[in-house]
């Protein structure tokens, strides 16, 4: 006890130079905890949007054309067909795993009785609930029998469930009761055989199988865009390799030059999942980087205060050597001055840290913007776990220690008569 009023009594009589050590392992901390909090947002953020999609999977869609071929301008539109997604079955059979299409019927009502809404129909393959990463909450998801027989059936989200039986929004129990029901699509009458969850960016559609929706409304051998799984691509090089040979083919099919690649775009997400780990794996790092010397700026301001402090008190030590004090006492009183220091201010700028994550996790961490594909956040759960706290809070304090040590080794060897000299 006597150790720590002395203590206090030295933190009392020099308050600029201890706030300022403080302040140096407060803001340590607090810049470390902050940099990776806000780096986590970024990272978990990007994370949750590859997530909403199958990683191995491709989607194409038609493009312009940007060089003329074969006697043909620039600039004419490339719709894909049916045609193409038998190309992209059979001559590329090697790699696929399930190859489907997807086409869109825009501003179509779905009414239940008195209640409706307004929505796009999208006529899918059942190879969809995989790539889109469909989370279905009741019923099923359209099947291939419903591509075969050209079903009238009907997939929606639990939203629009909702609106057409007229339930509140948190009753999801009573929503089950419309599979098996029939709504009306236009003109044209539809079983509910499923209902999904509905995304977090509020984006949701009505679904039912290709086949049905392309011969009611007459579409032809058109196809909106071309979506697949896929195997045997590990690498970047197999993967460009690969779309290369595919943009050619289906290219061939619309007299399009070979390497125009404007005519048919391919989203490959999973060399975009690969570039982005990559991404991240540099973020990282980096923010650990700048965040570990904003923690030794810290150390070294411990250290800097701790060497001054046993050049002021030179004299004091001596006297106190003088009249029988030992070695291990001024040792264990500087050791302890810089422990306490260090936890203390440690300790507050770990909490204001985790305060100002918490803050960017309430404000950013529900921010969104709109990509035009969808609605994306721009922060999601922007904090750092307790442990990183605790460790670097408790590297600081041992640096702390450590920078303690090494000037309270040279307090504790100086002789009584050379420190009574010391100005």
């Avoid at 939203?159 to 007229?166: F, S, T, V």
């Avoid at 199988?209 to 032809?220: D, E, V």
């Avoid at 041992?398 to 009584?416: M, N």
Wanted: net charge neutral.
């Amino acid at each position: 006890m006597e150790l720590l009023n002395e203590i206090w009594q030295t933190a009392r009589r020099n308050k600029l130079r201890t706030g300022l050590t403080g302040f140096a392992v407060a803001w340590g901390i607090f810049m470390l905890i902050v940099l990776l909090g806000a780096g986590n947002g970024l990272i978990n953020a990007q994370m949750k949007q590859s997530n909403r999609f199958l990683s191995n999977s491709m989607m194409i869609f038609g493009g312009e054309t940007s060089k003329p071929y074969k006697g043909l301008k620039e600039g004419r539109d490339i719709r894909l067909q049916k045609r193409d997604v038998e190309t992209t079955r059979h001559d590329f059979a090697d790699y696929m795993d399930e190859v489907g299409a997807l086409m869109s019927k825009e501003g179509l009502t779905i009414s239940l009785g008195q209640q409706y809404i307004s929505n796009s129909l999208l006529g899918v393959y059942p190879n969809h609930n995989q790539v889109d990463k469909v989370e279905m909450l009741y019923g099923r998801f359209i099947n291939q029998l419903d591509l075969q027989q050209q079903r009238k059936v009907i997939v929606l989200s639990n939203k629009h469930a909702q609106e057409l039986l007229g339930t509140k929004p948190n009753d999801d129990v009573s929503i089950s009761r419309l599979i098996g029901q029939y709504v009306d699509v236009g003109n044209f009458a539809f079983r509910v055989v499923g209902i999904y969850k509905e995304r977090e960016d509020g984006r949701s559609n009505a679904l039912t199988a290709f086949t049905t929706l392309s011969t009611m409304f007459g579409m032809g051998d058109e196809v909106g865009r071309i979506e697949f799984t896929f195997h045997g691509l590990p690498t970047e090089e197999a993967n460009e390799e690969f779309e290369k040979e595919y943009r050619a083919q289906l290219n061939a099919n619309h007299q399009a030059a070979p390497d125009d690649e404007r005519s048919v775009w391919i989203w490959n997400r999973y060399t975009q999942s690969m570039q982005m780990n990559k991404g991240i794996g540099i973020i990282h790092t980096a923010l650990w980087i700048v965040g570990l010397f904003t923690l030794l700026s810290g150390i070294v301001g411990v250290s800097n205060i701790m060497l001054i402090t046993v050049k002021e008190r030179t004299r004091e030590f001596g006297i106190r050597k003088a009249i029988g004090a030992k070695p291990w006492s001024i040792l264990k009183l500087i050791i302890i001055e810089s422990v306490i220091i260090t936890t203390i201010f440690g300790y507050i700028g770990m909490l204001l840290g985790i305060a100002v994550n918490e803050y960017m996790d309430a404000t950013l961490g529900h921010h969104t913007i709109d990509t035009g594909l969808f609605k994306a956040t721009m922060f999601v759960d922007p904090t750092v776990g307790l442990d990183v706290c605790v460790q670097a809070t408790a590297v600081i304090i041992l640096a702390g220690t450590i920078a303690g040590l090494v000037p309270a080794l040279k307090a504790a060897r100086i002789r009584p008569i050379e420190a009574l000299r010391a100005e």
